[in-house]
């Protein structure tokens, strides 16, 4: 039951054509056999023919043949012999190598025997005859047993061989034809992607796989809707988050205004050092909040079913440089723009937030007063964005999960949540590329790229 479909069919339909060939290789020996029994008894119906022909017992031995017993040694020459042998088993007429000792009683006799490389069929009996009693031998080289047995290679055997054979091959060819739709099935699901769950085309099923499709496409259906329920979740958690965290975020950096006033002015006695904890979580979880709904936008409703529309990316990336203007100039970063004209098919506020992500990664963990730049145009043939910086970088060991989602480096400074990357990722897979990370120049730093295919 482990084994291949395919194994299984060839398996299960050449079977019986070798049990065939066997019975059929069965059936032409008994055959012979029967016409081998058949043949015995004409030569024992000859064996008084041969008595009835000795006239007189002379020397040499008078003979007249009977007319049967005549046609069996003329018709077939080299294939019939005749002896005549005295009650002792001396020659009295024929070939010497027939003369054997005499059967004991008068019951006939019946052997196989090789002579000249012809295995030859012989019968002897004692016969009453003029004169006395004698033995008659009659030996036939045409025995069908043994010439079964000299064609059996090439008359059963050999047939049988190239039957199978080519049953086998004609199987086989039936085996692939009829297993083609599934194969195209197979090959329908192994190319999609994991987000794409629509229906396979049952039309195009023949009625045996049908059933495996349409219960393929029920699944797809169970799998997309528990998907979407769990992306709604996200989405709509994220938003019903944004409005009260928005509004604990400007009370608390009120109070902290309040509590940092200079003198002359009304201040609030808060303890500075609550207030600045307190500032930093409701930042960080306004800013998890933003980037939950951006991972649920960016993977929510199947984008590849969204019509995609055409990015200049120059323009992007400039307004991305004057956005995070302010905060590299805090951190005493040179944040730079290197812009060629480009232009790509895709999602504009999807592409934002991606390279937002990459700027705001580049200037927040790079180092400070380092140099962070945004770069786009062609290479190679193909549209590109990226975002380098000559910080610490990444170790080698932790690149392949600096892309998982809540992952960070250990070590790293400021505030996270390990979403940005994700996100970006997540953004560079609707655009069906996948974000290229490399140390940045001189081995300083981290190099986040992203290529575009179309």
């Known amino acids: 039951m482990t084994s291949g479909l395919r194994r299984r069919l060839l398996v299960m339909l050449i079977a019986p054509l070798i049990l065939l060939a066997v019975l059929n290789a069965w059936v032409d020996y008994r055959s012979a056999d029967n016409v081998a029994l058949q043949q015995d008894q004409r030569l024992l119906a000859l064996v008084p023919l041969g008595a009835d022909s000795v006239i007189g017992r002379g020397e040499p031995l008078l003979l007249l043949l009977a007319p049967l017993l005549e046609e069996f040694l003329t018709d077939r020459p080299g294939s019939a012999e005749f002896a005549i042998l005295d009650p002792d088993g001396r020659l009295l007429h024929g070939k010497e190598w027939l003369a054997a000792l005499p059967p004991p009683g008068n019951e006939p006799e019946f052997h196989s025997e090789e002579h000249n490389g012809v295995t030859w069929r012989i019968v002897r009996q004692r016969q009453p005859a003029v004169g006395g009693e004698l033995i008659v031998v009659l030996a036939d080289g045409s025995d069908p047993r043994q010439r079964w047995a000299e064609a059996i290679l090439f008359k059963v055997l050999l047939p049988n061989l190239v039957l199978i054979a ?112 307190l500032r930093s979580a409701t930042r960080r979880t306004s800013q ?130 390990g979403l940005g990357l994700a996100i970006a990722e997540e953004i560079a897979r609707v655009h069906h590329g996948h974000l290229q990370l490399q140390p940045g120049a001189g081995g300083r730093g981290l190099r986040v790229s992203l290529a575009f295919t179309s």
């Open 288 to 417: 998890l909040a933003n980037q939950l709904l951006a991972l649920s936008r960016a993977d929510a409703r199947g984008m590849h079913a969204q019509p995609m529309h055409r990015v200049d990316l120059k323009a992007l990336c400039e307004a991305i440089l004057e956005s995070h203007l302010d905060a590299a100039t805090a951190r005493h970063i040179d944040l730079g723009l290197e812009a060629e004209p480009a232009q790509v098919m895709g999602h504009e506020w999807l592409l934002r937030e991606m390279l937002s992500n990459l700027a705001d990664n580049a200037v927040k963990y790079g180092a400070e007063g380092g140099v962070v730049t945004i770069r786009c145009g062609r290479r190679d043939g193909h549209a590109f964005l990226e975002v380098e910086d000559d910080g610490p970088g990444v170790p080698a060991a932790e690149l392949p999960r600096i892309l998982e989602r809540f992952y960070r480096v250990q070590g790293s400074p400021g505030e996270g949540n």
């Open 166 to 277: 080519a049953a086998a091959f004609a199987v086989r060819w039936g085996v692939e034809r009829a297993l083609k739709p599934l194969l195209l099935v197979r090959d329908a699901v192994e190319r999609r992607s994991p987000r794409d769950l629509s229906a396979l085309d049952e039309g195009a099923s023949p009625e045996e796989v049908r059933p495996l499709v349409q219960s393929l496409n029920r699944l797809f259906g169970l799998v997309n809707a528990q998907a979407e329920s769990q992306r709604r979740f996200v989405a709509d958690a994220a938003h019903q988050l944004r409005t009260p965290l928005a509004g604990l975020q400007a009370q608390v950096e009120a109070w902290g205004q309040a509590a940092s006033a200079q003198p002359g002015q009304a201040r609030i006695e808060l303890p500075t050092e609550q207030v600045h904890k």
